[in-house]
């Protein structure tokens, strides 16, 4: 059996990407496509347990000990339902994955890219998305649009500063894997972007099933 499709979307906070991952499960449904909907850190009990603490705590957390969190999480998530889902031949559409562990971790928190790239590669060194969709606006639009959130949880509350060297490890990253990438503007009116999106979706699936 031919493997599975895997996407993933990425973006800072306040970037829309929620918004358009729902949407995103609903093209593709709506072409047949048998889907796994899923997202980091969680998608499996341990990691929505994990997610739980990384997003609430009150409690300091070491910028390594947060990322190694994040791939502890990402391990089960592959074993319980990413690796399955694909071996199964159906599409998987991740909310983040390991570029916002750069990202994040990374550009963010300040973590060695070495060191995130020696858990990449322990983690999952033979799979790397088919396709990740970034969407894209400044740290200030992102922090106007969370700043209307009731309860920002503890990446939400960060400063301007640090969603900026967050928004330049992604371009970074995308720059160092453009055959996998794809930018989209996030501060174009929402119809835009869905149209956008339904291109390069549409390629993707034709790629695909050739």
């Known amino acids: 059996m031919k493997r599975g499709l895997f996407i993933t979307f990425e973006g800072i906070d306040g970037a829309g990407k929620s ?20 997202r980091e ?3 499996t009990v341990l990691g929505e347990e994990l997610r739980e603490l990384l997003l609430a705590t009150q409690a300091p957390v070491h910028a ?3 990322a190694l969190l994040m791939f502890s999480a990402r391990r089960q998530h592959l074993e319980e339902v ?44 033979d799979l790397q998305p088919d396709l990740t969709v970034l969407f894209d606006v400044s740290a200030e639009v992102g922090q106007a649009r969370v700043a209307r959130i009731k309860s920002p949880d503890r990446f939400e509350r960060e400063n301007a500063e ?11 990253r995308m720059k160092e894997s453009p055959h ?6 996030g501060t174009k009116p929402i119809p835009d972007v869905q149209a956008e ?14």
């Open 82 to 125: 990413i690796r399955p889902a694909l071996a199964r031949g159906g599409c998987v559409l991740c909310d983040r994955f390991t570029d916002a562990s750069f990202a994040y971790q990374g550009g963010g928190r300040g973590v060695e890219k070495r060191k995130l790239a020696v858990l990449e590669d322990w983690v999952h060194p």
């Open 41 to 43: 850190p969680g998608g």
């Open 64 to 66: 390594e000990t947060e």
């Open 197 to 210: 999106l339904a291109q390069k979706l549409t390629l993707i699936l034709s790629k695909w099933k050739t």
């Open 162 to 172: 640090f969603f900026v060297r967050v928004r330049d490890a992604y371009l970074e």
């Open 180 to 185: 996998r990438f794809v930018r989209m503007d």
């Open 19 to 38: 918004t358009h991952v729902a949407w995103s499960a609903d093209f593709l449904r709506a072409r047949g496509i048998t889907l796994t909907l899923t």
